[in-house]
Each structure stands twice: as structure tokens, then as C-alpha cells.
């Protein structure tokens, strides 16, 4: 073969209108048409009394989504009136039960606590008919089956709603995602042409060519700003995890020697064989060593800053020491501050690794961090 039928699914409102025309067929069955035989045949009123109950417990499916509990309502008053009347009951039973399955799965939050006793009273009752009935079961099968649908109305609409929470959840992970790229992206070249702004402002009157040296390193960082953030909207259009253009830790020679340029005294340090690992722990670890150079910049300009890659056989360990004003570092690393260092920490809880941060004893600032390999 070709290839396979391309599927296709049947829209709702294209499924109310099949469901509706086939329970008005069912029901065009039970009029009795004056061209049937003898007996058979009804007045012209009695035609269109039956059809008029065909037409109620029919039509109004196509509205089933919107108001499921009226469309229960007059599918079981002609149901009532047809077995009133000793009519054929079958097309309207059948009615009675599809509108109770709509009432569950379609019903709003109070529609659906009412489905919900519904159904209880209804194997309730199929219980005690199933007693008192005397060798006849018709009435306790009507009672379970309309419990039957309302309970599978209802397990349908939590079904709904658990996927519209995992959706909802997806969006909210996608958000929180994108905010600590764009934070990690945008904070670190903002505080380097920060600082070097500021050195320009100082140098710009006893020594014009110091202030020239630290706007090109303002241009310089302003381009890696935009570079980056290229690649960040490169990466979401793409929807993927294995991005080339995403940093990765081969990446941090080139962030030290930035950091370096905007004031700092950085060294990079490498323990280990250096082998490739999971996009997601390579991308934490650049967003490790990036936020902490960041800080580094932002609170301790000048200070000298060691970060360490060790390579384990599970996974990465990453730090970064300053020789800093840690406290002032570690006021940006509390739940109320450190946008940056706060997200840092979710990103090595999600991928089972940990991250601490703090003040060291003998002075400055360190940032380490685990991240398993994948």
C-alpha cells in the first residue's frame, strides 16, 4: 500500500447533529403515519402529538453541550408521556440515557453534584425494585443503566479536567522555563555593561582612553547579549531539547574570558575528562557558572572569581568561589531576592541534582552545585 487513510475525527458539533438525526429516526418510527395498515394508523392529531415528542427528545441533543440538564428534562418527559400513553418507550428511554451521560460530562460544577446523587439514587433504586418487583427486572435494568450513564458522563468530565490541569501545568513549567532563561540570558550581560558603564563615567575625565577601552567592552557585551538572546528564540521555535546553538559547558572558557573583560578576575578550572552529557545538565551548568560570574560582577567588582568543573562518573560538579563581600552576595541568594540564584535551584531539583549557595567563612561568596549526568 501507498500509504495508511489519512484518520480524521468527527468534530463535536458534527457528532451532536449525527447523534441527534439518529435518535429522530428511532422516533420517527413510533408515529403512527396514516399510511400505515388498519389499526396500525393515528389522527391527524395523535401524529403529530407522537411527533412532537419525537422532535423533544431528539432535537435538542444538538444543544447538549450547552445546556445538558434541559436536554435531560425533555427527554424524560417524553418518556414519561409515552409510557403515560402506552407508546413505544425504547427510542425515548435510549434518549434519557445519552442526556444523562451529557448531564455528567457536559454539566457545570453544580450539574455534575447533582448527577452525582442522581446516580446514587439510581442504583438505589435498581437495588430495592430488584426486591420488590416480583420476578420482573425491567425497572431495575432501566435504574442501573441511567446510573451507568451518569456515573460514565462524570468519569468523562474528570478525565477532561485532569488533561486540562496537565496542559495547564505543561504551560505554567514552560513559563517558569522561559523566565529563568531570559533572567540568566539578560542579567548577566545587563551587569557586566552596568559596571563597565560606570567605569567609563569615572574614566571619562582624567584618562579618555580608559573610557573608550570600557565602552568597546560595553559593545562587546551588548552584541554576546543579543547573540544569546537569538539563540534562546532559535531554541523555542524549535521546541527542542538538543539545540546546537544552546550553550553548553564547552561554552565557559568564552563566559570567563567576558566576565574578565567587564572587571572581573576570573580562572576556569577543569577536573576530569570532559565528555559530552545530557543537553539539559550542560545547559544548567553554563546557567550555574553564568549567574554566579553575574553576582560576582554586580557585588564584588574586581575580586577574583575560580570556577571549577569537576567531571564524575555520574554526573558534574560546578562551582564558583569569589574573594567578594559575601554578604552582601548573600542578600541576593534569599527567597526574596535572588530571582536568579532561586531559579538555579529549580533547575538542579528537576534534574535530581542540588545546588548551594552562601557566604564562606574565610570571606567572599561560593556557589556549588551536583547535576546528574542524565
Known sequence: ??????????????????????????????VPWWWRPPGHGGSTLAILGVLGLAVAQS????????????????????????YATHLNIWSASVAVLAAAYGLGAYGSQAMRQIARLLAVAAVIAAL?????????????????????ALVL??????????????????????????????????????????????AARLASVGNPQAAVKAIVTIEQEAR??????????????????????????????????RASRAGLRAELRVDGEPR???????????????????????????????????????????????????????????DGGGTGLAGLRERARLLGGRLEAGSRPEGGFAVRAFLPGQ
Open 59 to 82: 432535537v435538542p441533543f444538538l444543544w447538549r453541550r450547552k445546556m445538558p440538564a434541559a436536554v435531560l428534562i425533555l427527554a424524560a418527559a417524553s418518556l414519561t408521556v409515552k
Open 1 to 30: 500500500m501507498s500509504g495508511a487513510w489519512p484518520q480524521r475525527r468527527l468534530s463535536a458539533r458534527s457528532a451532536d447533529r449525527l447523534l441527534s438525526a439518529a435518535l429522530l429516526v428511532w422516533a420517527l418510527f413510533d
Open 224 to 257: 554576546g547579549g543579543l547573540t544569546e538572546l537569538n539563540k534562546l528564540v532559535r531554541g523555542m521555535r524549535r521546541l527542542g531539547t538538543t539545540d546546537p546553538d544552546l550553550p553548553r559547558l564547552g561554552d565557559l572558557p568564552d563566559l570567563v574570558q
Open 128 to 148: 430495592v425494585t430488584l426486591q420488590t418487583d416480583h420476578g420482573s427486572h425491567s425497572a431495575a435494568v432501566g435504574c442501573a443503566l441511567l446510573g451507568t
Open 153 to 198: 458522563g462524570e468519569v468523562t468530565s474528570s478525565h477532561r479536567d485532569a488533561a486540562t490541569l496537565s496542559v495547564r501545568h505543561a504551560h505554567d513549567m514552560e513559563r517558569a522555563s522561559l523566565a529563568r532563561e531570559l533572567h540568566d540570558v539578560v542579567a548577566h550581560q545587563l551587569s557586566a555593561i552596568a559596571v563597565q558603564a560606570g
Open 276 to 334: 559530552p552529557l545530557a543537553t539539559a545538565t550542560e545547559l544548567a551548568g553554563y546557567r550555574v557558572v553564568q549567574e554566579s560570574l553575574t553576582n560576582a560582577i554586580r557585588y564584588a567588582p574586581g575580586a577574583v572569581a575560580t570556577v571549577h568543573l569537576a567531571y564524575r562518573p555520574d554526573g558534574v560538579m560546578v562551582g564558583v568561589v569569589d574573594d567578594g563581600p559575601g554578604q552582601m552576595a548573600a542578600a541576593s541568594a534569599g
